[in-house]
T-cell receptor, first 114, second 116 residues
Framework: DGGITQSPKYLFRKEGQNVTLSCEQN?????MYWYRQDPGQGLRLIYY???????QKGDIAEGYSVSREKKESFPLTVTSAQKNPTAFYLC?????????????FGPGTRLTVT | AQKVTQAQTEISVVEKEDVTLDCVYE???????LFWYKQPPSGELVFLIR??????QNEISGRYSWNFQKSTSSFNFTITASQVVDSAVYFC?????????????FGPGTSLSVIP
């Protein structure tokens, strides 16, 4: 089955620690994205990557880092510099369908930092 | 600037009632795309529909229907004869057509509760 995998579903960390969230896709999509979701605020774009070894900052990139060494993988590191890291993180990938790109989402990782 | 507004934060309906979720968008582009996504309690976003700015035909898919009106910059979503399984957060979203990737602007979402 093709899809996007994010692991783990729940992640707990102590303040001051870096943590890496995994995102893997087997859809052969070129573009991948990381979003952050907070209650009542919808989704906000953290980083995106259009192609391997290239990525761009989204609207709220501060305190986060990414890599894109393989087409299938786009891990997100939440660093200790991120002031409010507790949130729900969604990974997505996209393909061109018809006249626009269509995004597919993973199941998300809920990160709690105490 | 692009913006998506979903004025209804939370809606509760009794099963079998019809419910309309409102979406108002802002964009300076003449070509753009509108989307609706459903987020059930499990968290994963499920794609429901994509509509381009040149196609103002309303669409119906089973119990779901969408009303796109460029004159009012609205793309409303109606669920007919709601069911408990429709309980979820629904997001309206907007993207421009000319970017080489799909930068999608999401609205804040409307949480729908269908009560049995």
């Amino acid at each position: 089955d093709g899809g996007i995998t994010q692991s783990p579903k729940y992640l707990f960390r102590k303040e001051g620690q870096n943590v890496t969230l995994s995102c893997e896709q087997n859809l052969n999509h070129d573009a991948m994205y990381w979003y952050r979701q907070d209650p009542g605020q919808g989704l906000r774009l953290i980083y995106y990557s259009q192609i391997v070894n290239d990525f761009q900052k989204g609207d709220i990139a501060e305190g986060y880092s990414v890599s894109r060494e393989k087409k299938e993988s786009f891990p997100l590191t939440v660093t200790s510099a991120q002031k409010n890291p507790t949130a729900f993180y969604l990974c997505a990938s996209s393909t061109f369908k018809g006249q626009s790109y269509e995004q597919y989402f993973g199941p998300g990782t809920r990160l709690t930092v105490t | 600037a692009q913006k998506v507004t979903q004025a209804q934060t939370e809606i509760s309906v009794v099963e079998k009632e019809d419910v309309t979720l409102d979406c108002v968008y802002e964009t300076r582009d003449t070509t753009y795309y509108l989307f609706w996504y459903k987020q059930p309690p499990s968290g994963e976003l499920v794609f429901l529909i994509r509509r381009n700015s040149f196609d103002e035909q309303n669409e119906i898919s089973g119990r779901y229907s969408w009303n796109f009106q460029k004159s009012t910059s609205s793309f409303n979503f109606t669920i007919t004869a709601s069911q408990v399984v429709d309980s979820a957060v629904y997001f309206c979203a907007l993207s421009e057509a000319e970017t080489s990737y799909d930068k999608v602007i999401f609205g804040p979402g409307t949480s729908l509760s269908v009560i049995p």
